[in-house]
């Protein structure tokens, strides 16, 4: 096939319903290619990944026991209602961590950059039609089709099957908040066992005992989710299964800070080891949370040289390759919502996004994270109203998606597939758009 006959093919695969309400993307004829080396990289670091979210949970409780910094529990807890708060301690739930884990990962000139964590990511269902279809289109022009994407034609559904074992049924229940999301969750359960996985609304959901339910919500929308106390209260009695568990740590873009304050650092030597701890510092860019308390006049936060959190004001534009962002447990804490870029801002915009993160504090706590500027890449896709092959200058952002599968110490995770966002090179902020490609990837050569 010629690059506008694959782009087609890709096309026409589409669900008639869509895979995201009002949404659309370009067509790329091809998947993104991965060098080997980086690919076997990215299989290998959902155990990194696995084992810092284990220490967090280990983290969170020891603070609460008193056998680590009080301040931990406290920074995580801040802004959140008591109710949420007790199921996040409570006995049933409190070894349970999210069972997907998805980086946002950007290719920079020194490697990649992991920006933060979702726990609750989109993108399942985009994800395996994509590996679908484009190993469909492998097995159209004759090649393998297995080895056409990274985690073959069925990793996503496998993987997010596996999560709920032997349960007789397994409902997705998809908020108003993320209802962009459900055309992509109902076009996946319609891809594996009838009747037994489906998608339910939040006002109507039947609870049985031993059935499995996929969180497909964020715990600041509990208000416009009238099942999730029952669900919880079930959870934690063990009557179901229910993941991610509503635990608002997980949800937090402040851990990155607490993987970089010092204070901390023999626990986390302690709990990754010697190596998963360097990994995750050679990868994670630097973060620190907003805390608007005054430091003494002597003292400066590390890695900055800023005694005061307003002196972010005046750093010069060259300066502000930072970015600021909400922490978790917000309306706008997710997407590209919240996130202010300081090196693409006048100076009175700039100056305006810190007097709002520090005004938030301690409700809605933001933090500071330097921002590694990816790579350029040459990419292209396909113009349909021209029917022409268009290249484009772009920039990166990929998702692996990482699915924890089995219990306790026996828990491994499996890359089901990795999303890739081309973007063109002038969007400083990745994320998807109408004017990027999204499409799966591939191993490439070295």
Known sequence: MTDIERARFVRDALPSGGLFADQHWRI????????????????????????????????YRKSLEGKAPGWVATLLDQGKPESLIAWQRDAGIKAEIPRVIRPDI????????????????GGIGLTQWLNQTYSALAGAEGHSVESAVIGGPSG?????????????????IVSDESRSYRPEMEWLCGQMAAGRIGVTDPNEVDIQPGDAFYRFFELFDLGNVPVAASLFERAAAREIFLTPPPKPIFEEKLLFALLWNRNLKPFWRQELGEGFLNRLLRVVPQTWVVDPAPLPPHAAYPGLDLTDWTQLKLLSQRERDLILKISGFSEQA????????????????????????????????????????????????????????????????????????????????????????V????????????????????LGSE
């Open 334 to 421: 997710w997407g590209a919502r919240g996130v202010s870029l300081g090196s693409d801002m006048s100076t009175a915009d700039w100056s305006a996004a810190v007097d709002e993160a520090l005004g938030r504090w301690p409700r809605s706590p933001y933090v500071l994270q330097r921002f590694h500027k990816p790579r350029q890449v040459t990419s292209n896709y396909v113009d349909f109203t021209a029917n022409a092959l268009v290249p484009m200058a772009a920039r990166v952002r990929l998702c692996p998606y990482y699915f924890v599968v089995g219990d306790g110490d026996a828990a491994r995770t499996r890359l089901g597939g990795v999303l890739a966002t």
């Open 156 to 172: 996503m559904k496998d993987g997010f099957a596996s999560l709920f074992g032997q349960a007789p049924r397994v409902r997705i």
């Open 423 to 442: 973007c063109p090179a002038d969007k400083k902020i990745l994320h998807g758009m109408k004017d990027a490609a999204l499409v799966p990837c591939r």
């Open 106 to 121: 950007l290719l920079t000139e020194a490697g990649f950059a992991i920006s933060e964590l979702d726990s609750v990511p």
């Open 28 to 59: 790329s004829p091809q998947p993104f290619e991965l060098e080997p080396r980086f690919a076997a990289e990215l299989e290998s670091l959902g155990r990194v990944l696995l084992q810092f979210y284990r220490a967090v949970n280990l983290l």
